[in-house]
C-alpha cells in the first residue's frame, strides 16, 4: 500500500479488504476467480482515518498496477473522502484506463451527494439500508 507499516505506526486492516473479499472471495465470492490486490491508505497514526493526498495515492497506484498488469480492475473504495475536484479527476482518469470505480455511499449516514468518491456521477455508489428501507447508519 501507500501507508508505510513502519513502527509505531501500523496498518489498519480489515474493512476494505474484506468488503473486496465479498465479491473475490474464493469460496462464496461471486467473482471466485478475481485477483484481490489490498492497498492501504489507513494508518494507526491517524486513528484509522487516512489524508485525501494517501486515498488518491492509492487510487493511483492502484491504476498503474492494472494498467502494468494489463489485467481488467475495479477499484473499490469503502471510504469517503472530502468533497475535493482531485477525486473526481482520479475516479474519470481510471474511468478513461477502463476502471470503475465502486465507491461506499460514506459510511456515515449523511447524503453521498457530499462524499467522495461516491458523489462522482460515473461512480458505481453503493449502501446499506434496513428492512424498512432507512439508512443504515454504516451508510
Not at 501507500?2 to 480489515?14: F, S, Y
Not at 479527476?89 to 447524503?111: C, P, Y
Request: glycine residues 12%; contains cysteine.
Amino acid at each position: 500500500g501507500v501507508i508505510p507499516d513502519t513502527p509505531p505506526c501500523t496498518v489498519e486492516t480489515g474493512h476494505g479488504t474484506h468488503v473486496a473479499s465479498t465479491v473475490g472471495g474464493s469460496t462464496f465470492g461471486v467473482a471466485k476467480g478475481a485477483t484481490i490486490v489490498a492497498v492501504q491508505v489507513f494508518s494507526s497514526c491517524t486513528g484509522g482515518k487516512g489524508a485525501d493526498s494517501d486515498t488518491l495515492a492509492g487510487m493511483e497506484w492502484s491504476v498503474n498496477d492494472a494498467s502494468a498488469r494489463g489485467v481488467p480492475a475495479v477499484l473499490q473504495m469503502s471510504l469517503g473522502g472530502a468533497p475535493i475536484a482531485a477525486y473526481t479527476q482520479m475516479v474519470e482518469w481510471a474511468f478513461s484506463r477502463g476502471i470503475l470505480t465502486i465507491a461506499a455511499a460514506g459510511n456515515d449516514d449523511v447524503d453521498a451527494c457530499g462524499v467522495m468518491p461516491a458523489a462522482v456521477p460515473i461512480a458505481v455508489t453503493v449502501a446499506s439500508t434496513t428492512s424498512t428501507v432507512d439508512t443504515d447508519y454504516k451508510s
